[in-house]
C-alpha cells in the first residue's frame, strides 16, 4: 500500500471546472496504475477515469468522456484529474486509488483491484 492525498473538491456552479490533485507520500507512483472513482449518497461507487502507470494509457467513464482528463505528473508523485463542463450529476465524493499488479501496466476497472485509497474530496456542482 501506499499513502494517498486527495485535494482540489469544492462547490462549483454548473459549466465550471475544478482540477482534483492525489499526492503520494513515501513512494512515486511510477508501478501503479491510478485510478478515480466517485460515490454519491445512495449509488454505487464508480470508475470515472483511470491511467496506466507510463501515463501512455487511459480510460475514461463513458458520462465524462471529453469533459475530465487524468493525467501523471513528472514527478510522478502525484496523479491529477482535471474537470471541464461540469454537470451536477458530477455531484460525489471523489477517491483515489493506486493499483501495483502487473507494475502499473495494466489499467484496472473495478474498485477491488485496488491496493490504496485516499480519504476522498467533496465535489458539489450546482445548477
Known amino acids: 500500500q501506499v499513502q494517498l492525498d486527495e485535494s482540489g473538491g469544492g462547490l462549483v456552479q454548473a459549466g465550471g471546472s475544478l482540477r482534483l490533485s492525489c499526492a503520494a507520500s513515501?513512494?512515486?507512483?511510477?508501478?501503479?496504475?491510478m485510478g478515480w472513482f466517485r460515490q454519491a449518497p445512495g449509488k454505487e461507487r464508480e470508475l470515472v477515469a483511470a491511467?496506466?502507470?507510463?501515463?501512455?494509457?487511459?480510460h475514461y467513464a463513458e458520462s465524462v468522456k471529453g469533459r475530465f482528463t487524468i493525467s501523471r505528473d513528472k514527478g510522478e508523485t502525484t496523479v491529477y484529474l482535471q474537470m471541464n463542463s461540469l454537470k451536477p450529476e458530477d455531484t460525489a465524493v471523489y477517491y483515489c486509488a493506486a493499483d501495483r499488479s502487473f507494475g502499473g501496466v495494466v489499467i484496472g476497472l473495478l474498485d477491488r483491484e485496488y491496493d490504496s485509497w485516499g480519504q476522498g474530496t467533496q465535489v458539489t456542482v450546482s445548477s
Open positions: 491511467i496506466s502507470g507510463s501515463g501512455y494509457r487511459t
Open positions: 513515501g513512494r512515486t507512483l511510477s508501478s501503479y496504475a
